[in-house]
Each structure stands twice: as C-alpha cells, then as structure tokens.
T-cell receptor, first 114, second 111 residues
C-alpha cells in the first residue's frame, strides 16, 4: 500500500510570492490534515479536510488555505509569503472509521522563504 | 483549547529504560497518542491509548495514563541507539477531532 506522498519535497521562495503544496493520501483515506512544523513552535495544526470540506481549522491567518479534491488529494496554498513561513509542512491522512484518529504522515515539504 | 506539554530533551544509556512524560490540559481528550520522528522523515505512530485504559503494552513500549492528573508516559525498555529520535505526545477529543501535538522530546541514546 503506497504511503502519503507530498510534493515537492523542497522548495525555495522569496517574500511576497505564493506557494502550493500537494498531498496524496493513502488509498481509501478520506481525511487529510495539514501541520506546520518549526523548531520554535513545534507542530501546529493548520486544517483538516474530509470529503472535500474543511472539517477542522487551526489558528492561522487567511493567507493559509487548502482544498481537497474528489479523489481525496489535497493542496494547501500560502499567499504573500513571509520569512516566518519557512517550515516543514506535513500532511497526514486517516481513515474514516470510528475509534482513534490515527494519522499517517508524509515526509513533508520543506519550504524556505528568502 | 487543548494544550500538550513535554520535556524537550532526554538522554539515556543504551540498554537502560527511557521514560518520556507528557501532560495535557483537556479532560475531554479521549485518545492519546505517541508518535516518533526520525531525522528527515515525517511522524510515525507508535501507539495510542483510549482514555478508559490505564496501561497499554506493546513489545518494548509501555504507555501509562493517569487520567486524574492528565499525565501520560511512554516507557521504552532496553533502549537502543536506533531509538534516538523525537517523540511526540498527542491528544484528540473524538475520532473526528483535530489531533494536537506536544513540542516533542528529543531522545538521545548513548552507546
């Protein structure tokens, strides 16, 4: 079974630009969550999508947005990039059954903003 | 909202037991998780415990939950150098709720 795939793995942008990151979940998983990981703030929850709808949202500004497609693939977008957006962006998928919300993570997309 | 706290660093000798501690604030948290992150990789689920359990054992891993004190611990028996990684405690209220992570504990195993 293929794991969670994130693209691109590394990217460099300059302030003011925008970026789009992609996540392909495990086949059959309909929930996709996004996290920002930085040395100072740890893992911060961005948002979660389920069946193309945003189901949960963290405390990030509106520059951070996402969407989910009918095949459960998800993208997140960050507009007007700031230096502080430099981070590892992690995507995780989970099945939809009851019980624990067990997340399977991708390897992440490392964004550097210059 | 939920807040999860952990000590940031732990150093142990190879062969000893490691105990990583975690506290959480939301008594409504129903599921508590331990994840491991190795350098350059995403997080990997180690184990999780339901809030009506006190203990869960899985090979070298033992999870203890004190619901009254909102305290969770992960014990790794016979710690090996390959166990060196960052360990994250996490919590969620329901199976559909967001999962909130602690800051992670960096475990160093000294040969």
């Amino acid at each position: 079974k293929a794991g969670v795939t994130q693209t691109p793995r590394y990217l460099i942008k300059t302030r003011g630009q925008q970026v789009t990151l992609s996540c392909s979940p495990i086949s059959g998983h309909r929930s996709v969550s996004w996290y920002q990981q930085t040395p100072g703030q740890g893992l911060q929850f961005l948002f979660e999508y389920f069946s193309e709808t945003q189901r949960n949202k963290g405390n990030f500004p509106g520059r951070f947005s996402g969407r989910q497609f009918s095949n459960s693939r998800s993208e997140m977008n960050v507009s007007t990039l700031e230096l502080g957006d430099s981070a590892l962006y992690l995507c995780a998928s989970s099945p939809t059954g009851s019980g624990a919300n067990v997340l399977t993570f991708g390897a992440g997309s490392r964004l550097t903003v210059l | 909202g939920e807040d999860v706290e952990q000590s940031l660093f732990l150093s142990v000798r190879e062969g000893d037991s490691s105990v990583i501690n975690c506290t959480y604030t939301d008594s409504s948290s129903t599921y508590l998780y331990w994840y491991k992150q190795e350098p350059g990789a995403g997080l990997q689920l180690l184990t999780y415990i339901f809030s009506n359990m006190d203990m869960k054992q899985d090979q070298r891993l033992t999870v203890l939950l004190n619901k009254k004190d909102k305290h969770l611990s992960l014990r790794i028996a016979d710690t090996q150098t390959g166990d060196s990684a960052i360990y994250f405690c996490a919590a969620s209220e329901t199976s559909y709720d967001k999962v909130i992570f602690g800051p992670g504990t960096s475990l160093s195993v000294i040969p």
